[in-house]
């Protein structure tokens, strides 16, 4: 039992009624496998609430949270250098 | 007293065999460079010089032998898969690993036990006789089995599981087996190291040059290597390795805990594994339990262990047999494994001629090392995928052709 549960990466899909099928497979398949700085998408299991966290992946240590509608709003910072 | 023990106790020195050739430095070229000194890049190097003449090969292991996923699973053997393909390729690793410690002179402790892959509901029910079903059709021994049998198998279970979720049956495995985990790693080894291989540990791969979309070579902690062929075996370490030379694929990387008891006396014959409760366990031939559960749930590349794991394994373990509470837990720790989407590793030749992966292997990669060294020789020296592979191949994703194992790994996902 987890208070958090993790949702993947932030990630922006191509437009599916004009992208290739291999741009479409590469979205759905296709990782960003490297350890980093990454924006995730964790849930509140509690509340059900969904929102973005930027987690260095190597060190474990979370550096921000942005509420959930930071992605669909466009408002979303430039990853700080490692 | 024999004359020759008496000359030997009395003398300073004290000389042992050495396993592995050290060697004082790195050539500028080899025909072969192969990324990672675990039981998969060491079983690759063994075959490429026996079977296929490639002696010129080199092992770089930034670490120390079998120090990753080679010496942090928990070594269970088995064939019991889903699809065909996978079937198909475990037996033949079955098989191979037989006899293992014959050829290599060294004991790695293969012992068959017999495994369980124990049903909680109806619906498990229906994919254990699915997979009894593929199996018998390969010639592979396994058989759904119900209550009553796991009962009379393992007498020191809890059938009910404490109530929660009582086993209705499972798949059982005769041929299930385990093994000493890091003797596989040093058996190959030390087989390569004997007919010519070069193993370097300590020696870091940093970049990997190309020219003319063809590998050229390998840039190092030590120098550079030239070479036209470089395996990748990295396990956990792969998305560094492939962004080297610009490659992408699914694999994502997780934590995957395991944790040992202290010994005890011999209790439990076959290999358990309960993936309602995120169970696997079995004892070794010193009478400790190893056991491990699932994944951890999200990203990191850290091998660490954690309390919660601890806490989670043990009240599933208590569940299944109550009897254990007083029993300590000696050691814990983790690896990284790195994941695919359907459970199936991605080994072969790439877009990249000269570079070959041998990756995603998850959960999943122990008990493939003696075929995944003879597959990848084969793909190695000859530059064509060897058939037993070509259900994982690395473009597999892209024509949408996954090879669906989800359901016969062990490991809670």
Same mark, same amino acid.
């Given at each position: ?82 | ?13 004290? $000389? ?26 060491? !079983? ?12 010129? @090969? ?46 290599? /002179? ?63 049956? !499972? ?6 087996? +385990? !093994? ?20 370097? =540990? ?12 063809? @590998? ?34 699914? +694999? ?57 794991? @601890? ?20 050691? =814990?720790?983790?690896?990284?494994? /790195? ?18 992966? /041998? ?10 090392? $003696? ?36 359901? !016969? ?5």
């Amino acid at each position: 039992m987890s208070e958090f549960a993790y949702g993947g990466s932030v990630r922006a899909s191509p437009d599916p009624g004009s992208c290739t099928d291999a741009e479409w497979s590469d979205y759905v398949f296709n990782r960003a496998g490297s350890p980093g700085i990454k924006r995730e998408w964790w849930c509140h299991i509690a509340s059900g609430y969904w929102f973005i966290v930027e987690r260095d992946t190597l060190r474990d240590v979370v550096l921000a949270t942005f509420p959930a509608d930071a992605a669909r709003k466009g408002f979303i910072p430039p990853v700080p250098a490692p | 007293m024999p004359y020759r023990l008496l000359r030997f106790g009395l003398s300073r020195k004290h $000389p042992e065999p050495p396993m592995f050739r050290r060697h004082a430095a790195l050539r500028g070229s080899y025909d072969a460079v192969i990324i990672g000194a675990g039981g998969h890049g060491l !079983a690759s190097a063994y075959y490429l010089a026996r079977d296929h003449g490639m002696r010129n @090969v080199a092992v770089l292991e930034k670490g120390y032998i079998g120090g990753g996923n080679t010496g942090r699973n928990t070594t269970i053997i088995r064939s019991n898969y889903l699809t065909p393909e996978g079937v198909k390729f475990y037996d033949e690793s079955v098989r191979l690993w037989q006899d293992l410690s014959e050829d290599f /002179d060294l004991n790695l402790f293969y012992s068959t036990r017999g495994h369980f892959t124990l049903a909680h509901t109806d619906a498990a029910m229906r994919t254990m006789r699915w997979r009894a079903e593929v199996n018998k059709h390969f010639g592979v021994r396994s058989e759904a089995v119900d209550a009553d049998f796991v009962k009379r198998m393992i007498p020191m279970i809890d059938i009910t599981c404490a109530h929660h979720a009582p086993i209705v049956g !499972a798949l059982y495995h005769a041929p299930g087996a +385990i !093994a000493r985990h890091d003797a596989v790693a040093w058996g190959y080894g030390r087989g390569a190291d004997r007919r010519g291989v070069e193993i370097h =540990q300590q020696t870091e791969v940093t970049g990997i040059r190309t020219q003319g979309g063809k @590998v050229a070579g390998v840039e190092t902690s030590r120098g550079f290597i030239a070479t036209p062929k470089v395996l990748c075996a990295v396990a956990g370490y792969t998305p560094r390795i492939l962004d080297m030379v610009g490659l992408r694929t699914p +694999i994502y990387i997780h934590p995957l805990q395991a944790m040992v008891s202290e010994p005890v006396k011999p209790w439990l014959d076959p290999i358990i594994v309960s993936g309602s409760l995120h169970v696997y366990v079995s004892q070794t031939a010193r009478g400790e339990l190893v056991m491990g559960a699932s994944l951890d749930p999200y990203e990191l590349h850290q091998a660490r262990s954690t309390l919660d794991f @601890v806490e989670g394994l043990s009240a599933h373990m208590l569940d299944m047999f109550p009897f254990l509470g007083e029993v300590k837990i000696n050691r =814990q720790w983790a690896g990284l494994a /790195d994941m695919t989407p359907d459970f199936a590793p991605i080994m072969g030749v790439t877009p990249l001629e000269g570079f070959y992966l /041998d990756a995603g292997w998850g959960t999943w990669g122990f008990k493939a090392t $003696p075929v995944c060294g003879k597959t990848m020789s084969h793909t190695v020296a000859t530059g064509r995928n060897h058939p037993l592979i070509e259900g994982f191949t690395i473009d597999r994703f892209s024509r949408y052709m996954l090879t669906g194992e989800k359901g !016969a790994a062990s490991v809670g996902h």
